[in-house]
């Protein structure tokens, strides 16, 4: 699903000027609004996930709505020789590595009983480990240039979604991650932040998770919008942020999860 992002300028327009963003999963969804944010505000980014075609396309279009420069990688998270390749790439190209989000995520509602030994391992593989493999392959250059990272995890985990052990499990490590970087990074300069969306409106996520959920009743009132999430994006990349690290921001609306109990023929007993 391609997500047009409509960007209002909040912060300065060359905020970033000069700077270099990596993020994985920046083809679609909330991921590419992210990105699309950090360009309007005069970052160059590499993009990076499986679809060459679908990636190459974002970059094309981000490039062409933004004027900014967005150059595509593809590969997979779960493949380290893949992401070295992706991040050799990017230094040749652009000498440097200021800001880092680790987005690429898999997901699908899956009951305990439904859910394979695989299904589990390739959920975990592709939101944690491609995390892991893709902060520890960056690392060195986010030191050098006292960069900064985000992870984007979920609300899943808060409550124990039905359906979503998988993905909730991933993302309750992700931001157990956040924090243990936040500390081992501090001291090189390096600031590690999360991102925690509620449910987004028009999102990959949404289109495949969103008709089980029960979205009304959201306090704020209104559903999630990319927006939502790119703006957070640049407050926590921003100078404005220079003293928060190990903070994931819950970008919710206050959404109290609840789970259609009509999306049958998954039962739940408690
Ligand atoms: C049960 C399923 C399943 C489903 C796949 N599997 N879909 N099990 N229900 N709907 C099982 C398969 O049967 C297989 O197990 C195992 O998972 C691996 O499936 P593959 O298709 O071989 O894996 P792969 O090609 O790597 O695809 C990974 C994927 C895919 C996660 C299944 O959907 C994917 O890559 N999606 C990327 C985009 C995406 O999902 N984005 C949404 C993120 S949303 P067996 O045992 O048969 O071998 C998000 C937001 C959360 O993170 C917050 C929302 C509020």
Not at 49 to 78: N, Y
Not at 105 to 115: C, E, I, R, V
Request: with cysteine.
């Amino acid at each position: 699903m391609t997500v047009v992002v409509e960007t209002t300028q909040i912060f300065k327009d060359n905020l970033f000027k000069g700077k270099v963003l990596f993020c994985s999963g920046g083809g679609s969804g909330i991921c590419r609004s992210m990105t699309e944010a950090m360009v309007n505000h005069g970052a160059k980014a590499v993009i990076f996930s499986r679809s060459k075609d679908k990636l190459e396309k974002a970059a094309r279009e981000m490039c062409l709505k933004t004027g900014g420069e967005v150059f595509a990688i593809a590969g997979d998270v779960r493949n380290p020789a893949d992401i070295e390749r992706a991040i050799k790439v990017t230094i040749e190209k652009y000498g440097q590595l200021d800001f880092l989000i680790n987005g690429a995520a898999g997901n699908f509602l899956s009951s305990f009983n439904d859910l394979s030994y695989n299904a589990f391992r390739t959920v975990i593989e592709i939101d944690l480990l491609g995390t892991f493999n893709l902060t520890k392959a960056a690392v060195e250059h986010l030191k050098k240039s006292k960069g900064a990272i985000i992870n984007v995890s979920a609300t899943l985990h808060y409550t124990g979604t039905p359906f979503q052990q998988h993905a909730g499990a991933a993302k309750a490590a992700i931001d157990a991650l956040t924090k243990h970087w936040a500390v081992e990074l501090g001291p090189h300069g390096v600031r590690v932040n999360g991102i925690a969306p509620g449910p987004i409106a028009s999102t990959v996520g949404m289109e495949k998770l969103g008709p089980a959920f029960d979205t009304k009743g959201v306090p704020l009132q209104r559903m999630g919008e990319v927006q939502d999430i790119a703006q957070s994006t640049v407050f926590l990349f921003s100078e404005g942020a220079s003293y928060i690290t190990g903070v994931v921001l819950v970008v919710d609306g206050k959404h109290l999860i609840k789970i259609k109990h009509t999306h049958t023929p998954i039962h739940i007993s408690y």
